[in-house]
């Protein structure tokens, strides 16, 4: 797939890793659509600095708010040739201590990505009979990791939904694949303790972080090349886990 203004989504698209590959996509040519739920003012910034570029906003968890989603794309837009679900939410706890709320509210968003998915297949790409699913997971959703039961499941989840889909998916034209990134140096990695830095960067034979751009090159390549890459699962971790 060559972009010609093609257009790409990018769920949870206003910072981070998102942020990163609404960068990535427009530098490939793609119009983005940089969806946020809650931090308006850097997806504003962002989208000021990407050509063509148009904001969605909108809860993912929503069901509502993925119809309305996908209507704006429909008449922001007209097409939609790659979607990017990197939308997330994680609740951190000790799983005897956690509440079924917060499992829930973890759920709901991987809900949403299928919901979403299956809008974007229906409305657009099944009629195009093309177009890319890129879902963001993590590598704990394979290695598990203490305190984020929920979150560990809902990635695995996501791994399970990108494999299974591409299978439904082989002889209908579109490429549906997933990148689980490791310890990436962003705001939400930012905030973890020092001790608990270095004990995961102690499991990282690369001996460092990785950038929300390293995983942003891998989803601008599946995004516009990877023409034979389908059900993958594409682990960016600096050795972390091997797949």
């Not at 939308?87 to 829930?104: E, Q, S, W």
């Not at 989840?157 to 889909?165: P, R």
Request: some cysteine.
């Amino acid at each position: 797939m060559t972009a010609e203004r093609g257009v790409a989504v990018v769920t949870g698209g206003g910072t981070g890793i998102g942020a990163a590959c609404c960068r990535a996509l427009a530098q490939e040519g793609f119009r983005v659509g940089v969806h946020y739920r809650s931090s308006e003012e850097a997806a504003r910034k962002l989208a000021a600095q990407l050509p063509g570029a148009f904001l969605l906003q909108g809860d993912i968890a929503q069901p509502d708010d993925c119809d309305r989603l996908i209507g704006e794309i429909k008449e922001q837009a007209g097409r939609l040739d790659v979607l990017v679900n990197n939308a997330g939410l994680n609740r951190n706890g000790p799983m005897l201590t956690m509440k079924l709320d917060d499992y829930d509210a973890v759920a709901a968003v991987a809900r949403g990505t299928w919901y979403l998915t299956k809008l974007a297949l229906r409305r657009f790409m099944f009629r195009a009979e093309s177009g890319r699913i890129i879902t963001i997971s993590s590598v704990v959703g394979h290695t598990g990791n203490p305190g984020q039961v929920p979150y560990t499941m809902a990635k695995a989840a996501l791994d399970a939904m990108t494999k299974s889909l591409a299978q439904e998916l082989g002889t209908r034209g579109v490429l549906v694949n997933a990148v689980a990134p490791g310890f990436i140096d962003t705001e939400m990695t930012g905030e973890l303790p020092a001790e608990v830095r270095e004990s995961i960067l102690a499991r990282v034979p690369l001996g460092r972080m990785g950038l929300a751009e390293e995983v942003a090159d891998v989803v601008a390549f599946l995004a516009t090349r990877g023409s034979y890459v389908q059900g993958s699962v594409i682990h960016v971790n600096g050795g972390m886990f091997g797949g």
